[in-house]
């Protein structure tokens, strides 16, 4: 007998059951999950699944087969391959939640799932152990709730997944509302002093914006607040102005609540300064102390220079005055308008010579003004040998691939005097009139780092007069290939002077030409010699024949 009763039949059945004793059968609930999803969706309510008698059977049964689930009489129920069975012996005991730590998950779709759900999760009709819950929000009409094992839904990228009984019950969607307002338009934007030592400060002078919001897409749909200088603006994301998108990563975003990005900002704190009456804005600004800014609008800070090189530092946007060199303008708290204007000496040895790195006879030295205040000077040794000096910059730092030694100051003129220090310097030309005679300081900069040059390598100057190019020859050892012709070139092993001071390699050129030009000499006297020999034994050979002339005829 199977079929669907009422709760007054079913407990009718059971007291039948008992009062007859029938030890020889058993009721059980009868059912798949294929045929009927609440066979395993049931949480155990009566009356919601079907049972039967088992009139050979004492036993009940519950299985787990390929995620489907079955509830019959004992023996009759497959458990084959079954990831989970039970059995047990009492009328209608396979009830229930099985296995009992089955997932649970709210099920609906439509315009009517878009709302929190007000019901109780149930099974996952498809048993995984590692199913998850979802919620599928197409727009403020249509959306999806359940299983992901069940399949009938095809997932958008938008839609949330949860692994907990019951966590996809999110609203579905909402309307958000921000505060709309631009200080560059009108007043109110900033603060309210009015609230200001309240606790809680919020502006009230702005228009408000609205925006609808579905679940999945929250992190694209957001209150803002953006601070930059002199200028606040707030709203909605999806009305960033133009000229703010390059900042986008920068806006300060809120969903908590309506109005979320009202917040009034930090009261500003600057410097207030002239060095025409106080010589202290200009020599040591960190002896003065910073002041709240009185005005509601001053939410940035200015420090500018002027043409009689005096200082003004205040808050607000920089004042608009003749005479004015230099201004900046900045947001940060606590006083930032403290950075000085920075000027460093620029220049390269490949434009300035080696003056540019030995600083002895610095020549072609020029002063560059840095575009960021504070920033500071550098002094860079490249690895070919090359030194420059200027203002940190993009393309000018310490971070380059090719950079030996990097030494960064800060102050005005800091990047001053011979560098790098630790490596060894030393005149470094060929053939020109200034590398014939040398002047201290004029050719000498830092031996160039080689390739894979070993870290304990002795670095030594040399010098050679070379006997190929009739040229006067100074550099490193450390350039192998210069060392080798060093060897090669002089007139002999002695003639390659090598030595271990800084610009020690500075013998004048006559003195290292000198052994080549004894040696030419003394080759062009011995060849004089020589010829000279030549000549006399060839005169005797001339005398030698008119003898043997007139023995031959008075012999014949």
């Avoid at 200028?231 to 009305?239: A, E, K, L, N, P």
Wanted: proline share 4%; aromatic share 6%.
């Amino acid at each position: 007998m199977l079929g669907l009763q009422t709760p007054r039949h079913l407990i009718l059945l059971l007291l039948i059951v008992l009062l007859t004793g029938r030890s020889t059968a058993i009721v059980c609930y009868k059912c798949d999950s294929i045929a009927l999803p609440e066979c395993s969706q049931t949480l155990g309510e009566v009356g919601v699944l079907p049972y039967v008698e088992c009139p050979t059977q004492l036993t009940c049964a519950m299985s787990i087969v390929d995620s489907i689930t079955y509830r019959g009489c004992g023996a009759e129920t497959p458990t084959t391959g079954a990831t989970y069975s039970k059995s047990c012996s009492s009328n209608l005991c396979n009830a229930g939640v099985y296995p009992p730590g089955r997932l649970k998950c709210h099920h609906c779709a439509g315009q009517d799932c878009v709302a929190a759900p007000g019901a109780k999760p149930k099974p996952c009709r498809n048993h995984l152990e590692e199913d998850q819950c979802y919620t599928d929000v197409i727009s403020s009409s249509e959306a999806y709730r359940g299983c992901v094992s069940e399949q009938n839904h095809t997932l958008s990228s938008a839609a949330k997944l949860c692994e907990i009984n019951g966590c996809n019950e999110e609203q579905g969607a909402w309307t958000q509302v921000c505060a709309a307002c631009d200080s560059a338009d009108a007043r109110g934007c900033k603060m309210d002093l009015f609230q200001v030592n309240t606790g809680r400060c919020n502006v009230t002078l702005f228009e408000e914006c609205q925006q609808e919001v579905l679940l999945g897409e929250e992190e694209d749909k957001y209150c803002f607040s953006h601070r930059r200088l002199s200028r606040v603006v707030r709203g909605c994301s999806q009305t960033i102005p133009a000229d703010l998108v390059p900042y986008k990563e920068e806006l300060e975003k809120c969903r908590t609540s309506d109005y979320c990005n009202a917040g009034c900002i930090t009261r500003q704190k600057c410097l207030t300064c002239n060095s025409l009456d106080q010589e202290l804005c200009r020599t040591n600004v960190t002896a003065i102390s910073n002041t709240t800014c009185g005005s509601a609008e001053a939410s940035s800070c200015f420090t500018c220079e002027y043409s009689n090189w005096s200082v003004q530092r205040g808050c607000g946007a920089a004042p608009i005055n003749p005479g004015i060199l230099n201004c900046y303008e900045c947001d940060e708290k606590d006083g930032c308008n403290n950075k000085d204007f920075t000027r460093c000496y620029q220049c390269s040895t490949d434009q300035a010579g080696a003056g540019c790195a030995n600083w002895e006879r610095p020549g072609e030295i020029f002063i560059e003004e840095c575009v960021e205040p504070a920033t500071s000077c550098l002094t860079v040794s490249y690895k070919n040998g090359t030194t420059s000096r200027g203002c940190q910059k993009a393309d000018f730092n310490c971070t380059s691939e090719n950079a030996a030694n990097c030494r960064s100051c800060l102050g005005s003129f800091c990047n001053k005097g011979a560098f790098p220090e630790e490596r060894l310097w030393c005149h470094q030309c060929e053939g020109v009139q200034d590398c014939e005679e040398i002047s201290s300081g004029q050719t000498a900069i830092p031996c160039p780092v080689q390739a894979n040059e070993p870290e304990d390598l002795k670095e030594a100057c040399l010098e050679y007069f070379d006997t190929h190019s009739k040229q006067i020859v100074r550099g490193c050892r450390s350039n192998p290939e210069l060392y080798y012709e060093c060897l090669l070139r002089s007139n002999h092993h002695e003639s390659c002077r090598i030595c271990h001071g800084q610009a020690c390699n500075n013998s004048p050129g006559k003195e290292l030409r000198a052994g080549y030009e004894l040696e030419t000499k003394a080759m062009a006297l011995l060849q004089a010699r020589s010829s000279s020999t030549s000549l006399k034994n060839s005169k005797v050979g001339y005398g030698i024949w008119p003898i043997l002339s007139v023995i031959y005829v008075l012999t014949f």
